[in-house]
Structure formats: C-alpha cells, structure tokens
C-alpha cells in the first residue's frame, strides 16, 4: 500500500494542507513536511495520531476502496432483512469461520 499516497487522498478529501494535518495530530510541521519531502514512512505512532486526526482507524487505514465498498455493501444489505433473516447470516458466517 502507498500510505504517503494514502496520507494525501485524506488531506485532499478533508481540504487538508500539511500544516493543518499537523496542527490535528499534533504532530510539528516538520514532521508532516518530511514524511513527503524526503518520501518516508510514518512511524506506527505518528501514523496513530494522523488516523485519530482524520477520525479513522488504522485498520481502516489500510483498507482497500474496494474492501470498503464490499463492507457497505454488505452492511447495507444486512440492514435490509428481518430479524430472523440477520440471525440466520450470523449463524452461517459463525459456521464458515
């Protein structure tokens, strides 16, 4: 995964500068100025704060576009049925794990 690439679709999709990414994750400016002038990889607890900045997670983080539509998907569907209907997708799910 390219998570500087990453990093920036967040920043686009919020209207983020670098300055206010570093201002929300508390994070100096050089720190966020760096990660993308010298291309180098977060720290697991820089990449942290960015995530609580951004109100995400790290798992979600690293979720693909398309494993995300999938969730939607799926949770949008699941919404739809009855309640014995959701307890019966729960149990197969339970039995194919």
């Known amino acids: 995964m390219d ?3 990453r990093i920036k679709t967040l920043m686009k999709n919020a209207d983020w500068t670098e300055y206010k990414l570093a201002k929300e994750s508390h994070l100096s400016q050089s720190t966020i100025s760096n990660m993308f002038v010298r ?5 697991i607890p820089t990449l942290e704060n960015i995530c609580n900045a951004f109100n995400i997670s790290l798992s979600d983080f ?15 569907n699941f919404a739809m ?10 149990k197969l799910i ?3 794990k």
């Open 3 to 5: 998570v500087l690439g």
């Open 39 to 43: 291309n180098t990889l977060p720290t």
């Open 62 to 76: 690293f979720l693909e576009e398309k494993e995300k539509n999938e969730q939607k998907q799926l949770l949008s």
């Open 81 to 90: 049925l009855n309640k014995e209907q959701k307890r019966l997708v729960i």
């Open 94 to 96: 339970e039995n194919i």
